[in-house]
């Protein structure tokens, strides 16, 4: 019994124990740290990722607290009705004035794993039917490729698809109609070597969107 509280102590203690002995690093390196951080963030960056352990976005961009505004969740999914994923973008947009959306996939993702098999995985599958849509839509073009690519595919299309999303908001629009600078861009993070690679489908202002999502105000 001894044991097994010590053992567990060692796992969660030390996330404790390593805060402390950072706050006490950084602190005593610059006394003023703390007070400015509690002052305010002014981010220029908005992070849409996956909860994944190993997107551990300040190490791998190696940035510092108050520098992302972060939205993590599995697959790293916007969906239009999804008042978590919306409050986070219209906050970082509107009010923290982010210059740069980031819609941040990775190799290897259980959920996109997940969404390409048909095993249950409980309330998750609800979450994932979309990705499992995307594959079906893209079913051709992924199945093309050697077996062990086709999940990273489909990331890289869940990621554009991310993409698209962001830029047909209208807190994303209304920002552009203001002529505020902001950029949606997609990357994906490969374990294998740990670099973000943009895949390359940045949008910039309301000219790359559809006509059809460029909504006026109603006629009477
Ligand atoms: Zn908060
Ligand atoms: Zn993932």
Known sequence: MANETESKCQAICSVLHNNANWAKDVQEKNPEYFEKLAAGQSPKI???GCSDSRMAVDVLTQTNPGDIFIHRN???RIPNEDLNSLSVIEY???HLKVKHVIIAGHTNCGGIAAAMGTESVGILDHWLR??????LANEEEINALPKK???NRLSELNIVQGVRTVSKLPVVHEAWKNDQELYVHGWILQLH???LKDLNVSVAGIKDVDELYRLHPAKH
């Open 46 to 48: 908005l992070w849409i």
């Open 92 to 94: 970082a947009v509107k």
């Open 149 to 151: 690519d086709r999940a």
């Open 193 to 195: 070597n740990g670099l």
């Open 130 to 135: 979309p990705i499992k849509d995307l594959y």
């Open 74 to 76: 599995i697959a790293n």
